[in-house]
């Protein structure tokens, strides 16, 4: 049986028009006519041997072929780029200063780093893991290169939005309580006060957790506070109280909750920026903010329905 050797500059432009949402997009961020897209699309086909797309009312989704080719394709991609990367700039040098919230920190930081020193051994990494307050200030200061960081207003001068993630009530996997549960006479309207899991003040989520229960006339108390995210899953795990965060980094201990079926109000998306020094950044600087933003894109993918 022939081997087929996959065109890489095809599965790019596969991976873009996915990823964009439309290969017209594609097109014009590849610097390709549609046409030339189009033709590329029918030669991946034909490589693949199996229709990768079915038609979805006005549009097109990816059949159960196309899903598995997509996922192959990205891993493809990304060996190409560190090895291009890995040769190009083997003896790339310096120092990289980066700023993570807690909830990137299991999620993304072993897969960034572990690429980036791979292809770049002699560049020193410092990680500073903080509120998203210290590392906005601190990059504004240039004492950080790159902070990634929540925030619920536009990003200031030296910021760029990368994303806006939905917030979530969490609680336990194994959750059998009535969060709602009324006080001792089931005929009164009062209910227990909700029970809190949430970060030390000042914290952004904490203020729109609390805004969002007082605007739905729900009582609230503050079981468990703590500066450490660990601590906070730790706790909800446990059974001590809710808490809200995004999905990333969601351990297995926890769920997300539907909040009509929990009785609870809905909650706002939250945006999360990526902040620069300001001042020109090296080329070691701009490699493992490609390579972070990269991974930024995956884990939400994983997380947040397209």
């Known amino acids: 049986m022939r081997q087929i050797s996959f065109d890489l500059d095809i599965m790019r432009t596969f991976v873009a028009g996915i990823d964009l949402g439309s290969y017209a997009r594609a097109a014009d961020r590849l610097g390709r006519s549609t046409s030339a897209v189009s033709a590329q699309l029918k030669k991946l086909e034909e490589q693949a041997g199996a229709p990768i797309?079915?038609?979805a009312g006005r549009g097109l989704a990816l059949t159960e072929a196309g899903q598995t080719l997509l996922g192959y394709a990205r891993r493809l991609l990304e060996l190409n780029d560190e090895t291009a990367s890995a040769v190009r700039g083997i003896e790339?040098?310096?120092?990289?200063?980066?700023?993570?919230?807690e909830d990137f920190g299991e999620a993304l930081l072993?897969?960034?780093?572990?690429?980036?020193?791979?292809?770049?051994?002699?560049?020193?990494?410092?990680?500073?893991?903080?509120?998203?307050?210290?590392?906005?200030?601190?990059?504004?200061?240039?004492?950080?290169?790159?902070?990634l960081l929540w925030e619920g207003m536009p990003?200031?001068?030296n910021g760029e939005r990368v994303a806006d993630l939905p917030l979530c009530w969490i609680g336990p996997v194994q959750d059998d309580?009535?969060?709602?549960?009324?006080?001792?006479?089931?005929?009164?309207?009062?209910?227990?006060?909700?029970?809190?899991?949430?970060?030390?003040?000042?914290?952004?989520l904490r203020d729109i957790a609390s805004t969002a229960l007082?605007?739905?006339?729900?009582?609230?108390?503050?079981?468990?506070?703590?500066a450490s995210l660990s601590a906070l899953w730790a706790a909800s795990a446990a059974g001590l109280g809710l808490t809200v965060r995004t999905p990333i980094g969601l351990p297995a201990s926890l769920r997300i909750l539907d909040p009509q079926q929990a009785a609870l109000p809905s909650?706002?998306?939250?945006?999360?920026?990526?902040?620069?020094?300001?001042?020109?950044?090296?080329?070691?600087?701009?490699?493992?903010?490609?390579?972070?933003l990269q991974a930024v894109h995956d884990a939400i993918r994983k997380v947040v329905p397209a």
């Open 53 to 55: 797309f079915r038609k």
């Open 92 to 101: 790339l040098e310096g120092e990289v200063k980066l700023g993570l919230q």
């Open 110 to 147: 072993s897969v960034v780093l572990g690429r980036f020193m791979r292809a770049h051994p002699k560049v020193r990494v410092e990680v500073c893991v903080a509120r998203s307050s210290e590392l906005r200030e601190r990059a504004s200061l240039g004492r950080i290169d790159l902070a």
């Open 155 to 157: 990003p200031a001068l």
């Open 177 to 204: 309580q009535d969060w709602q549960r009324p006080v001792d006479d089931p005929n009164t309207a009062v209910s227990a006060p909700l029970p809190l899991v949430l970060l030390d003040a000042p914290c952004l």
């Open 214 to 226: 007082d605007t739905a006339g729900i009582p609230w108390r503050h079981a468990f506070t703590s």
């Open 267 to 292: 909650l706002p998306s939250i945006g999360l920026s990526l902040y620069r020094a300001q001042t020109t950044a090296g080329p070691a600087v701009k490699r493992l903010e490609e390579l972070l």
